[in-house]
Nanobody, 122 residues
Framework: QVRLVESGGRLVQAGESLRLSCEAP????????RAWFRQAPGKEREFVAV????????LYSESVQGRFTISKDKNKNVVYLQMNNLLPEDTALYFC???????????????WGQGTLVTVSS
């Protein structure tokens, strides 16, 4: 089973920036939308952002709107999440997901990666 591969998570200080990557080996999921979700300890997985398969339409959660940007490099089949002005409450395990939907519900996505950890210190 092909899986998405996230990378880029690490420990940063509040106010700093970080870019996460979501790779799909071998051109997999190229025709799917791709989304980022995150899950903090003791909390449910929450929607962060989604980009459609063409890379032309994006949606964001209110908590990251204006600070995070999702983009897609179609040549490399990689989706990025640029995170600026990070806050301690952004600390979470960030997951990449892919499917034919552009919805905000985690249940709508059948294909997931293992996650990459982002920790923001105050």
């Amino acid at each position: 089973q092909v899986r998405l591969v996230e990378s880029g998570g690490r420990l940063v200080q509040a106010g700093e920036s970080l870019r996460l990557s979501c790779e799909a080996p071998g051109g997999a999921f190229e025709m799917y939308s791709r989304a980022w979700f995150r899950q903090a300890p003791g909390k449910e997985r929450e929607f962060v952002a989604v980009i459609d398969r063409l890379g032309s339409r994006t949606l964001y959660s209110e908590s990251v709107q204006g600070r995070f940007t999702i983009s897609k490099d179609k040549n490399k089949n990689v989706v990025y999440l640029q995170m600026n002005n990070l806050l301690p409450e952004d600390t979470a395990l960030y997951f990449c997901a892919a499917d034919a939907t552009t919805g905000r519900q985690a249940g709508g996505y059948k294909n997931w990666g293992q996650g990459t950890l982002v920790t923001v210190s105050s």
